[in-house]
């Protein structure tokens, strides 16, 4: 069955520290990934997508940016953290070319807070 | 563009009360609809799905029907229990294959 894993679970930062954190799918294989923020009291904005190694596409301009450099692997990352990066990250994964039904799962998530 | 608005939270229920959680779309096309559920302190789990008009989605004593005339997908549970407490996001999955989340909605079931 597949799994998703995120890592760390929660993260304390200060302010202009980097930031890297981690996402990894077992059990499938070319998925597409997602990264999604949750900030305090409101809905999931999707901040970054990918459809293959090396492919990553940015929904919204920001301090954060995204790679992945193996199939199952998808890292967010910023070189200098802001207060208003702190949320709770989301990565998430589904089959591609299910059409519009197709399932995003969930992993645990990410608490990050920017001291 | 695609949104998805739900009713304010947070909802505060006794056990057994009967649950509606509203929620509107607006898209081109024929979205498919979820209902996620946030459990405290962890991801998102889906609840039940609908991909086409009057489609019933329904898991867990959770029912949502697909209403394509009213552009709505709202929840409904007949009797809530103290561990349904969590946050609710309707979303939908537009034409371009991108999931558009509710801002969510809090239950909170007392016993």
């Known amino acids: 069955s597949q799994t998703i894993h995120q890592w760390p679970a929660t993260l304390v930062q200060p302010v202009g520290s980097p930031l890297s954190l981690e996402c990894t799918v077992e059990?499938?294989?070319?998925?597409?990934l997602y990264w999604y923020r949750q900030a305090a009291g409101r809905g999931l904005q999707l901040l970054f997508y990918?459809?293959?190694?090396?492919?990553i596409s940015s929904e919204v301009p920001q301090n954060l940016s995204a790679s992945r450099p193996q199939d199952r692997q998808f890292i967010l990352s910023s070189k200098k953290l802001l207060l208003s990066d702190s949320g709770f990250y989301l990565c998430?994964?589904?089959?591609?070319?299910?059409?519009?039904?197709?399932?995003?799962?969930f992993g645990a998530g990410t608490r990050l807070s920017v001291l | 563009g695609d949104s998805v608005t739900q009713m304010e939270g947070p909802v505060t229920l006794s056990e057994e009360a009967f649950l509606t959680i509203n929620c509107t779309y607006t898209?081109?096309?024929?979205?498919?609809l979820f209902w996620y559920v946030q459990y405290p302190g962890e991801g998102l789990q889906l609840l039940l799905k609908?991909?086409?008009?009057?489609d019933k989605g329904s898991n867990k004593g959770f029912e949502a029907t697909y209403r394509k005339e009213t552009t709505s997908f709202h929840l409904e549970k007949g009797s809530v229990q103290v561990s349904d407490s969590a946050v609710y996001f309707c979303?939908?999955?537009?034409?371009?294959?991108?999931?558009?989340f509710g801002q969510g909605t809090e239950l909170s079931v007392k016993p």
């Open positions: 990918s459809v293959g190694i090396g492919q």
């Open positions: 609908a991909t086409k008009a009057d």
């Open positions: 979303a939908l999955r537009n034409q371009g294959g991108k999931l558009i």
């Open positions: 998430a994964w589904s089959v591609p070319g299910q059409g519009s039904a197709n399932i995003q799962y």
């Open positions: 059990g499938t294989s070319n998925p597409n």
């Open positions: 898209a081109t096309g024929y979205p498919s």
